[in-house]
């Protein structure tokens, strides 16, 4: 299994980003996929999950200004982030979650995460 992030960057608040998943190793069309975060100093913040059905899910600071989205085609599953804050500076990572958990973990497989900066 491979997860492989991408589409971090640094951005002025207000501003937008869309960060990217690509996908290995295993049936994607049928596994759900998470994005979680983390900030320096702090510990695993769940973001949004999308599953098999296309069904989307978000953690309630991030509604209205996320949207998560999938190509099952690509093997790709997209973060875009919208009126990005200081506060979402973070590593953003997409996982699997496992087969017992929740959407929001725990998780099975991660990626080496994408770094997100908010700043002026």
């Known amino acids: 299994v491979q997860l492989v992030e991408s589409g971090g960057g640094l951005v002025q608040p207000g501003g937008s980003l869309r960060l990217s998943c690509v996908a290995s190793g295993f049936t994607f069309s049928n596994s759900a996929i998470s994005w979680a975060r983390q900030a320096q100093g702090k510990g695993l913040e769940w973001v949004s999950a999308?599953?098999?059905?296309?069904?989307?899910y978000y953690a309630d600071s991030m509604k209205g200004r996320f949207t998560i989205s999938r190509d099952n085609a690509k093997n790709t599953v997209y973060l875009q982030m919208t009126s990005l804050r200081p506060e979402d500076t973070a590593t953003y990572y997409c996982?699997?979650?496992?087969?017992?958990?929740?959407?929001?973990?725990?998780?099975?497989?991660w990626g080496q995460g994408t770094q997100v900066t908010v700043s002026l």
């Open positions: 996982a699997i979650p496992g087969p017992l958990s929740d959407l929001s973990g725990p998780f099975d497989f």
């Open positions: 999308i599953d098999s059905a296309g069904v989307r």
